[in-house]
């Protein structure tokens, strides 16, 4: 009998994610995240009319907060 095993694709599993989408990873409020985004402390890349976060970009912020804690 063989097993078979689906993955749901997770926000961390693509490349860009929506405003909606990366302010979930990060735990903060979509208002929250698009405020990050305009004041350019998280890169937002635009695709045509859309906006989208690089999953790098996320982690970059991220590291950038924990460096300056230190």
């Not at 689906?6 to 405020?35: P, W």
Request: aromatic share 2%.
């Amino acid at each position: 009998m063989a097993v078979t095993t689906q993955r749901k694709e997770t926000d961390m599993d693509k490349l860009l994610l929506t405003a909606r989408e990366a302010a979930r990873v990060l735990g903060i409020s979509q208002t929250k995240m698009y405020e990050l985004i305009i004041r350019r402390e998280v890169v937002g890349v635009k695709i045509g009319a859309c906006r989208r976060i690089p999953v790098e970009a996320l982690r970059a912020y991220v590291a950038a907060l924990a460096e300056d804690a230190a």
